[in-house]
């Protein structure tokens, strides 16, 4: 379980905690959350714990071995051996996690969708190699598998990605540089990180996720859509060439998809609040508004100019959501920043790890020099 200390990681300790006669926690980690670890810990008694960020080793039970560090993280994996990797690690950070659990043939459920944001013309292909599987924690990739659950590509149209649109969905455009980060992190339908919370308000996320759709179900991007859905209870849909839609549809809750992860291909028992059609019989579907969240252009835009356009897109993001949260930028600056990184930036084909965390260093560093010059305006590349 990587990222335990986080919203993911600890619904889905709660998860594991529920099915004790199924699944043992051999490994546990996070960032600099010490306490965290020592409780859950003390309740799962892992093989192994780690912190990739600095502080002191947290209090562990007889037999938990303690790694410390990004290497460690790794380490740490080789000695535990974990059949299934929950990675909920937040963005790139959580990269080379996946491509040890896929180099290893092991199943990975993917809560860290920057992993193929960055790394998905890589992390595909090695994929198949070790005959690893990836199962999507997304709500919206995890309906999306769902639903092509014994269905060959040929017969997909189109896949149909639902977002909420955030906060702001109504909000004037002209008071956009307005916007607070209090405001920014209020989402409407989820309880998730900052991070995550901001790139819904952006839709950044959702840019994410058209690259993490492309990716694992292997779709071109002319076939992938989104559409705004406020309520959160269509999580995606499938449209088949014969004209038949497929949708799963729950109340946003995700340790719903976490729990069909960690169970697969098995359905397991849990108590949830259940769908009704009756309190849910008007559902809103709106058209994507293409002004309102440039972000999501960017995804195409990446899907477009291929190579490591992916990482700096993310570590781009990174910084200037960071920025935002931190007060100095104000809101449309993020996605502004990103595009003018990718505007930038040289694009090269990744052909290992190395390249992707190359080109994640030089956007990091070139998305600094771009905060600390003039106001952007531009959101979207040019052809």
Request: charged share 15%.
């Amino acid at each position: 379980m990587l990222g335990c200390s986080g919203s993911i990681g600890s619904q889905a300790l709660s998860i594991l905690q529920q099915h004790r006669d199924r699944f043992s926690v051999v490994l546990l980690s996070a960032h600099t959350a010490a306490d965290q670890v020592a409780a859950a810990a003390g309740l799962h008694r892992p093989a192994a714990t780690c912190l990739t960020g600095p502080g002191a080793a947290p209090a562990l039970p007889a037999g938990t071995r303690h790694f410390t560090g990004a290497d460690g993280l790794l380490a740490a994996l080789d000695h535990s051996a974990p059949d299934i990797v929950l990675n909920a690690i937040t963005g790139a950070a959580g990269l080379a996690a996946s491509e040890w659990t896929l180099r290893n043939g092991r199943t990975l459920a993917l809560a860290n969708k920057e992993s193929l944001v960055i790394a998905g013309e890589y992390l595909m292909p090695l994929a198949r190699a070790s005959g690893a599987s990836i199962l999507p924690v997304d709500s919206e990739h995890c309906a999306i598998f769902q639903c092509l659950h014994g269905e060959v590509p040929r017969s997909i149209r189109r896949l149909w990605l639902t977002g909420s649109g955030g906060p702001f969905r109504t909000r004037p455009l002209d008071t956009f540089a307005a916007i607070t980060r209090d405001q920014a992190l209020r989402h409407p339908t989820w309880t998730m990180g900052p991070r995550i919370t901001i790139g819904s308000a952006t839709m950044m996320n959702k840019a994410f996720e058209v690259l993490e759709a492309h990716w694992l179900f292997a779709v071109p991007p002319d076939r992938i859509q989104v559409v705004l859905h406020p309520q959160s209870i269509v999580h995606s849909m499938v449209e088949f060439v014969d004209g038949s839609m497929l949708a799963q549809c729950g109340v946003p809750d995700m340790r719903v998809p976490i729990l069909y992860c960690l169970g697969w291909p098995e359905r397991l028992p849990f108590a949830f609040e259940p769908f009704d059609p009756v309190r849910w019989r008007s559902l809103e579907f709106a058209p994507f508004e293409a002004e309102r969240y440039p972000a999501v252009g960017l995804a195409y835009d990446c899907l477009r100019l291929g190579g490591d356009s992916g990482a700096r897109l993310n570590a781009a993001d990174e910084v200037a959501t960071a920025a935002f949260l931190a007060g100095r930028i104000p809101f449309p600056a993020i996605t502004a920043t990103v595009a003018a990184v990718l505007q930038a930036a040289p694009i090269r084909p990744i052909h290992s790890l190395a390249d992707v965390i190359r080109a994640d260093d030089e956007a990091r560093t070139l998305a600094h020099k771009v905060l600390a010059a003039a106001p952007l305006a531009n959101t979207h590349l040019e052809p």
